[in-house]
């Protein structure tokens, strides 16, 4: 009989997590000069190019589950990193397009850019539900421990 015991099998977080950061960095990047090369304004095709990314943060988060299970905090993480990808880069674009809009005498232009227009889903409105989403995601993982089986 052997009474040792044994290590929990656990998975590399920077070989895990890394790749899968650098992807999404990459896929907004690609996303937000689609969105400036076709008139800066978010489109059906930013929508749908956005939703290919949705698309492949969940088909990865399913491959890579049972890896990301052996990762304290892993899959909020996962979902941490997807949430700052995915809406700063928005939030970035949003700042650049207003602050290349002017001073002053363009408040109101810039105002209505970012919030009359479809840039007010885009940077308020999906920060604000996923925030959500993500804020009630950290609770529950931080209640487990950090480990969500």
């Known amino acids: ?5 044994q290590a929990p099998q656990t998975a590399n977080a920077r070989s895990l997590l890394l790749p899968y950061t650098l992807t999404l960095i990459s896929a907004m990047i690609v996303i937000q000069f689609v969105i400036a090369l076709t008139g800066g304004e ?3 095709l930013a929508g749908v190019l956005t939703a290919i990314v949705a698309i492949g943060i969940a088909a990865w988060v399913v491959i ?3 890896k990301l299970l052996h990762v304290r905090f892993g899959l909020v993480i996962a979902h941490v990193i ?5 809406t700063t880069s928005f939030n970035l674009h949003a700042v650049i397009r207003a602050m290349l809009a002017g001073g002053d005498a363009q408040v109101q232009s810039v ?10 889903g885009a ?10 989403g993500l804020l ?3 609770l529950g993982s931080v209640l487990g ?5």
């Open 145 to 149: 421990r950090g480990w969500e089986d």
């Open 111 to 120: 105002a209505h850019t970012l919030l009359g227009s479809s840039w007010f």
């Open 1 to 5: 009989m052997d009474t040792t015991a």
């Open 42 to 44: 978010v489109t059906i």
């Open 136 to 138: 009630i995601h950290l």
């Open 82 to 86: 997807a949430y700052v990808a995915v």
């Open 64 to 66: 890579s589950r049972s």
């Open 123 to 132: 940077t308020l409105v999906m920060s604000a539900t996923w925030g959500l």
